[in-house]
């Protein structure tokens, strides 16, 4: 059965993001330096499919109770 989203949580992640664009910046900047080196490595279409599958795997991980 889907999860519901939890309308407090997605309102709070959102201001935070909106109050602090710079600190999400710099969570998020390992991940975009990962996906540039695959993708100078290997090519564009590996790089993304990595990147899915990690970010899946992320969302599942952070999701499942």
């Given at each position: 059965m889907a999860k519901e989203i939890n309308r407090a949580r997605t309102q709070a992640m959102k201001q935070t993001?909106?109050?602090h664009p710079g600190m999400v910046a710099f969570a998020l900047a390992p991940a975009v330096v990962v996906f540039g080196v695959l993708w100078l490595?290997?090519?564009f279409w590996l790089a993304l499919l990595v990147g899915v599958v990690v970010g899946g795997g992320a969302v599942w991980a952070l999701l499942r109770r």
């Open positions: 993001v909106a109050a490595v290997t090519n």
